[in-house]
């Protein structure tokens, strides 16, 4: 499209805004790579299938815009304006979205890898089933987002805030998640895999049957957090801080010097997992259903004392009810 005839275009929408008469701006399927847009105002305007590669829009207004299936590649979008724009399908790819406002916007199945989303607003935003391979999303703003099903493979997340936010069955495969809030999260199913936690606020978080397998939860705060099925096989907890949740399915997990005060540890299943150096208080406890899986090995290692044998019994009815007692 020429500059002279793009000029029109632009000229006729802001007067269609004003209500001075004008026209809507259709710029579906229209070549507008490397265009220069910049604080252009294309509020509302209807720019599905365009090609927007390299296109400079920094600033610019594109509220309610319809950007579905646009070639949006290497553009410059720092600071513009996409609040509540229809980006389904879009591909995004590379481009520079430092701070852009993307609240409430639809990028069902967007491709925003490589993308630079440092400190972007996509609070309420549809990204379930979006792309974001090694996306870069430090400090951005993903309240109540809709990421599941999303690929984050090696984003990262750093200080982001995902309070509320749905990541059910997402992969965050080695994803960098470093002081990420995630309070109230639904990680259900989700993909951690050699994630990076550590000092990460996952109070309330529903990790349910998530593999956690080799993530780093240092310091992490996981006070309330559902865990039940939770895979942890190799997973750092090193100061992590628990309140009274129930957990299953921690075989393996790497629980030096973890914090279990004021924790439940209601029918846990803690086989193979090293619990060297855990720090117990009175306020910790473990029902028989729960001590009867510890081997004697695991609980020397927090200070308490063998199970008694009966006989050859180990697992037998006497253990049970002389654990019963010991866990009293």
Avoid at 158 to 171: D, I, K, Q, V, Y
């Amino acid at each position: 499209m020429t500059r002279n005839k793009l000029d029109r275009v632009l000229e006729l929408h802001r007067l269609w805004l004003a209500k001075e008469g004008g026209e809507q701006a259709n710029l579906s399927g229209a070549d507008l790579s490397g265009a220069d847009l910049f604080y252009a105002n294309l509020s509302g305007a209807n720019l599905g299938g365009a090609n927007l590669r390299g296109a400079y829009l920094s600033g610019a207004y594109l509220s309610g815009a319809d950007l579905s299936g646009a070639d949006l590649s290497g553009a410059d979008l720092e600071r513009a304006y996409l609040n509540s724009a229809n980006l389904s399908g879009a591909d995004v790819s590379g481009a520079d979205l430092r701070r852009a406002y993307l609240s409430g916007a639809n990028l069902y199945e967007a491709n925003l890898a490589g993308a630079d989303l440092r400190r972007a607003n996509l609070s309420g935003a549809n990204l379930s089933g979006a792309f974001l391979y090694d996306a870069n999303l430090r400090s951005a703003d993903l309240r109540d987002a809709d990421l599941r099903g999303a690929g984050l493979t090696g984003a990262n997340l750093t200080c982001a805030n995902l309070n509320n936010s749905a990541l059910r069955g997402a992969n965050l495969n080695s994803a960098d998640l470093r002081d990420a809030d995630l309070r109230n999260a639904d990680l259900r199913n989700a993909d951690l895999r050699n994630a990076d936690l550590s000092g990460a606020g996952l109070w309330d978080a529903d990790l349910h049957r998530a593999d956690l397998s080799g993530a780093n939860l240092e310091r992490a705060d996981l006070r309330g957090a559902e865990l039940t099925f939770a895979g942890l096989r190799g997973a750092n907890l090193r100061g992590a801080t628990w309140g009274d949740e129930y957990t299953d399915g921690v075989r393996g997990a790497y629980m030096r010097r973890d914090d279990l005060g004021g924790r439940y540890l209601i029918d846990e299943k803690l086989y193979e997992v090293n619990l060297r150096g855990v720090r117990t208080n009175w306020f910790t406890r473990m029902t028989a259903r729960g001590a009867r899986y510890l081997t004697d090995e695991q609980r020397a290692q927090i200070g308490m004392q063998p199970l008694p044998r009966v006989g050859n019994a180990r697992r037998g009815r006497n253990a049970t009810d002389l654990a019963r007692r010991l866990a009293r």
